[in-house]
């Protein structure tokens, strides 16, 4: 019975598939009122990442060590990365209608800045896969966490297509799949997510950073 013993691989296994699926509850419990999904978040990648390395089964107690320690500067960075949200979703929503409806010249003229617009959402992403998870890693200025979110992102760009991927798949099976699987939600991704980039955050928060812009990877 060995496979069954608490100290089996595969006890691990269900014990953190459990713990992803609370981390994911509390997340969005504590996500319910929008503004602090910023610092929910933060505080979801920093338990999952404690889990990751066997540092602390205390998930509950990490999460919301995170959550208080966290909130302002998470909530400051989400609230940005939400206005530039919407504001690149209406852009992309309002040109690609305008060059649905637009021919020649005109036509060429919108697909040019819609791609610009692309382009900017690309950037956009990848900053949002990284920045709460090195929000909840190293602390810094919220323009260190922005530029380094981008550039490790980039600098790591495997990584970032796979964590992209971990998160699009849930999605997919959430949505078009299998639904109860909504209980692991984001919590399996972000356990998933720290496993995938717990070397690179690690190497990143072992290194001493500027205190204006940080330390570029």
């Known amino acids: 019975m060995k496979f069954f013993s608490y100290e089996s691989k595969f006890s691990q296994l269900l014990l953190k598939l459990c713990n992803a699926c609370y981390l994911n509850l509390l997340w969005f419990v504590c996500s319910i009122p929008i503004i602090t ?9 920093y338990a999952s990442l404690k889990l990751v390395r066997d540092e602390d089964s205390h998930v509950a107690a990490q999460f919301f060590r995170s959550f208080r320690e966290n909130f302002r500067q998470a909530t400051v960075i989400w609230l940005i990365m939400l206005g530039i949200g919407l504001f690149l979703g209406a852009d992309g ?4 209608h305008l060059r649905l409806s637009s021919a020649g010249s005109a036509a060429v003229l919108w697909t040019l800045i819609l791609a610009v617009v692309i382009a900017a959402a690309i950037v956009y ?9 090195l929000l909840a890693s ?12 981008f ?44 496993w995938l980039l717990n070397s690179i955050l690690i190497s990143v928060s072992g290194t001493p950073e500027d205190e204006e812009e940080g330390e570029a990877p």
Not at 37 to 45: F, R, V
Not at 125 to 133: D, G, H, R, T
Not at 138 to 149: I, L, Q
Not at 155 to 161: D, E, M, Q, R
């Open 37 to 45: 999904i910023g610092a929910s978040t933060t505080a979801l990648y």
């Open 93 to 96: 929503y309002i040109l690609y």
């Open 125 to 133: 992403v990848i900053v949002l896969l990284y920045i709460f998870p």
């Open 138 to 149: 190293v602390s810094n200025t919220n323009r260190a966490m922005f530029k380094n979110s």
């Open 151 to 194: 550039l490790i992102g980039t600098h790591y760009l495997f990584a970032t297509i796979l964590v992209f991927a971990v998160h699009f798949a849930m999605f997919f099976v959430v949505v078009a799949w299998f639904t109860p699987l909504i209980v692991f939600g984001e919590g399996l991704c972000a356990l998933i997510s720290a």
